[in-house]
């Protein structure tokens, strides 16, 4: 432990004070625990994606492990779980040392600690029920958001009191990305969380379309930025430094890229939506400022690597250097990577392919993973006051977790490529080359396997760690506390308004973080609002009947949006293949949006009347009888399930709050439209030789489906009971 | 960027010092041309609308766009143009109607023309006629309505013709399970 030693003081008046290391000890290990059981859940989806190829006999047909549900809840518990445990982890050991002051609440930390963990487990019931909101990364529903916000709120309160009454004067850089990434993710989190509840557990966004989309990838882009890098650039600025025993490479650098890096990064969210239905100048603004963030994001990386400057021999030897390395290295390709993705020449390949599921995974497996292994085999020695079980199994976990990550990227690369490549091809007379997508699917299953290994390789590599750290608490004795002196902090007059007088300011620090990050949404969401030019009104576009509404909550509930998306691009070889470019006017009932963001199936979005209500009957109940070869799950259940109808007219309420034009009162009789509508459907099945009854879950999906993207020709004329 | 350049600064955070180090040469003009890089892209696209828009980039790939683009329009329309109503009967040609039917049809027409979502293609009667126009146009054109898809966008010319030429093969061939039939009695 080594002492402030510039100013020297009297014994007399140093303060005694301990840091808590239990409420350290608990996030370290619901890191570990819901790290394995994050990346569990994503072998086993990833065993999914090529199982029906080669095992079809795993497609037990049970709703609860389907595809569409498992994937919300991986995504989740890798970001928030791992990710966020690990967050917490370094904030609640790097905190209060860097403040010299213990965490103000201990309570509060054990409400935030047990609140977190309660949020995890409800998220790990609700998605594999069904339960989601049908936004990616912000999946909860809202209760769970509500329970959420609170926890972060405590969290909040715990971290700026601990700074309020800490004894250094000034905040060290790693605390000024804890703070900023505090107060946007409350930001983000409120804002795209913004619903109209219709029940205890469900839920309308208060956005529509466009709108709704815009939102969600500020939010969506944004924690990314602010969960998965910023609170991570934090730590690394603390980790790094101890593990190499070396002095931060440049103050100067971490002021100027750590402002830059929070103003710009907000308003790269719309690169997400190029050539989607989202106006020009958005798509724009998204890909400038994702370019402009290329040397704020790499600041990070340069004041990282070259904090090792003169220890590079440490880094062969050190196992935990080697990890901060990677995931110094992985977080500036994935930073350099992401902004050539923004380019719209390059995102016209790339969007809707495994390219995107290989980059994310280079920035999570990479950047996030590594790092919180390195902080892990560092931390946890330190608290039990003892060395590492095994040097040779942490550097055996570093080099199948390097191994890991390169046989999960690299094939995931070339899927992509290949895909992006193979949609776009035209034959010399003129003709889509590969006219059937399957065609596109099946040359990938390979890919998919060799992904799962990769996949395998890093979950073993995270046991191995999980055997090493258990044998290490073993061999030691863990400090709950640890006690510190320290003088009080002396309040300085006359200080010179600079950056240096800001790191003495917590408040004044949070507030100037929260200007800097609202400017860019502002810019981008409210002129979307407010300016109808942006969302082109298209009359013949109608409200969806009271069943198709149920069939879409339906499809939400399955996470069809998963692999299928619901936007077609303005490119020739897309309106050959899936009819007429999507318009923003299209959209304007759809809350949430379901534009997707992969296409592991075809576009959806005009659908409506391409095949018999018969064909998807029978494609629901087993794809691969309609499609040989297809790898999308059965759904034998939407044939067995009875509609549930208790919310009909609550949802038609909901969606009249929002200015949808049903007529007055329609709530009260949509149930009336539910029933007509089905028994048509059942009818027409009748006549194709299938007997159902109007009741089943199946008949509102084929609804919606029916209904997409239909309302542009002027065929639909859905029908609404007068009350 | 040697390490006599270094100063420490008079910080020291929980052990952590800090140089004083400038920022590199390299990233702040790295820095500076991406934003003008930025600042010009958006004045370039948006500002002064001189680049194309999405909508405007999109009629170009037909338009204005690469010859290639427009010549394999042109082709294509010809083809279609040009395409024959004559039942092909050459055995070869047969196979490879057989190989699109089974590629594309069976899992509404049944593996031997049976029915099953759609109509039974082995008996005498049919909803939009007989014979090898009809069958072609239906193929061409799709019944939207009754959920025949158009497989204009899906095969080609040749693709329709040999399907269809397979398809007539099948009459009177009584598969198993066979649809009751549907629509009016042909007779050519």
Known sequence: ?723 | MSQTEDKLLEHNYDGILEYDNPLPKWWVWLFILTVIWGIGYFFYYNIAEIGPSQHEEYLAEFNTGSADAMRLIQQMNEKWAAIAYVPITDNDALEQGKAIYIKNCVSCHGANGEGGIGPNVTDNYYIHGGGIENTMNVIINGVPEKGMISWKPLLTPEEVQLVASYILTLKGTQPANAKAPQGELWEQ
Request: hydrophobic share 45%.
């Open chain 1, 1 to 723: 432990m080594s002492n402030d030693s510039t100013v020297s003081v009297n014994p007399k008046d140093l303060e005694t004070f301990s840091y808590d290391n239990v409420i350290v000890r608990n996030f370290a290990w619901a890191t570990i625990i819901w790290g394995i059981v994050g990346f569990l859940v994503g072998l086993i989806i990833a065993i999914q994606m090529f199982a029906p190829a080669y095992f079809p006999f795993l497609d037990v047909g049970i709703s609860y492990l389907s595809f569409g549900r498992l994937r919300p809840l991986h995504t989740n518990a890798v970001i928030f779980a791992f990710v966020g445990n690990a967050i917490f982890m370094g904030v609640y050991y790097s905190l209060p040392r860097l403040a010299k002051a213990p965490m103000w609440s201990i309570l509060l930390s054990k409400l935030h600690f047990w609140g977190w963990q309660l949020i995890i487990v409800s998220a790990a019931v609700t998605f594999p029920l069904g339960l989601t909101q049908g936004k990616e990364y912000a999946e909860l529903i809202w209760p769970i958001d509500v329970a959420v916000a609170v926890v972060w709120v405590i969290f909040g309160i715990n971290m700026l009191m601990t700074l309020i009454k800490r004894r250094e004067r000034h905040m060290y850089v790693a605390i000024w990305f804890y703070i900023a990434s505090w107060v946007t993710v409350a930001v983000l989190h409120i804002v795209n969380s913004l619903v109209i509840p219709y029940s205890l557990l469900s839920s309308y966004p208060i956005y529509t379309g466009v709108q709704d989309a815009l939102v969600q990838w500020w939010y969506g882009h944004n924690a990314v930025a602010f969960f998965l890098t910023t609170p991570f650039l934090g730590l690394m600025y603390y980790f790094l430094p101890k593990a190499a025993n070396r002095p931060v490479y440049s103050y100067r650098l971490s002021i100027i890229h750590f402002w830059s890096l929070i103003f710009l990064y907000i308003w790269a969210g719309p690169h997400h939506l190029l050539y989607s239905s989202t106006p020009d100048w958005v798509q724009s603004l998204g890909t400038v400022f994702s370019i402009m963030l290329i040397a704020p994001s790499w600041g990070g990386m340069i004041n990282g690597l070259l904090t090792l400057r003169g220890v590079w021999d440490k880094v062969r030897e050190d196992p935990i250097l080697k990890f901060m390395v990677v995931a110094i290295t992985a977080y500036g390709m994935a930073v350099f990577e992401g902004p050539m993705l923004s380019i719209k020449s390059f995102n016209a390949l790339s969007h809707f392919t495994d390219w995107t599921i290989a980059h994310v995974h280079v920035g999570a497996l990479g950047w996030n993973g590594m790092l919180t292994f390195a902080i892990l085999y560092w931390i946890i020695p330190k608290m039990w006051k003892t060395d590492l079980y095994s040097k040779k199994l942490a550097n055996l976990h570093f080099w199948i977790g390097f191994l890991g990550i390169l046989i999960y990227a690299a094939p995931l690369y070339w899927a992509g490529i290949t895909q992006g490549l193979m949609w776009k091809q035209f034959s010399p007379d003129g003709f889509l080359m590969y006219r059937n997508f399957l065609e596109t699917v099946t040359h990938l299953v390979p890919m998919y396997a060799i992904r799962a290994l990769g996949g395998t390789l890093f979950l073993t590599g995270a046991i191995v760690m999980l055997y090493n750290l258990i044998m290490t608490m073993k061999r030691g004795t863990f400090m709950a506390e640890e006690t510190f002196k320290a003088p009080a902090m002396v309040s300085s007059h006359n200080e010179k308004v600079n950056h240096r007088w800001l790191e003495g300011k917590p408040m004044p620090f949070l507030i100037a973080s929260l200007i800097v990050i609202l400017v860019g949404g502002i810019f981008e969401i409210v002129p979307m609002q407010v300016i109808k030019s942006n969302v082109p009104t298209i009359t013949s576009v109608k409200p969806y009947t009271p069943l198709e509404l149920h069939g879409r909550d339906i499809y939400i509930r399955e996470g069809c949006y998963l692999c299928h998306s619901q936007m077609i691009r303005p490119f020739r070889n897309e309106t050959e293949r899936y009819g007429e470019y999507s318009k923003a006017g299209e959209f304007v009932y759809d809350t949430p949006f379901q534009w997707g963001s992969k296409r592991t199936g075809p576009d959806l979005h005009r659908i409506g009347g391409k095949y018999p209500h018969a064909w998807h009957y029978q494609h629901m109940y087993d794809p691969q009888s309609i499609a040989p070869g297809s790898i999308m799950p059965r759904y034998p259940w939407l044939l067995e399930n009875s509609l549930d109808t208790s919310h009909t007219s609550n949802k038609i309420r909901a969606l009249m709050t929002l200015n949808f034009p049903y007529p007055h009162g329609y709530d009260n009789v949509a149930y009336i439209d539910v029933q007509t509508q089905a028994m048509e459907i059942v009818e027409d099945l009748k006549i194709s030789g299938i007997e159902t009854t109007y009741d089943k879950e199946i008949i509102a999906l084929i609804a919606y489906l029916q209904r997409l993207g239909t309302d542009i020709k002027g065929e639909s004329k859905p029908i609404f009971s007068k009350p």
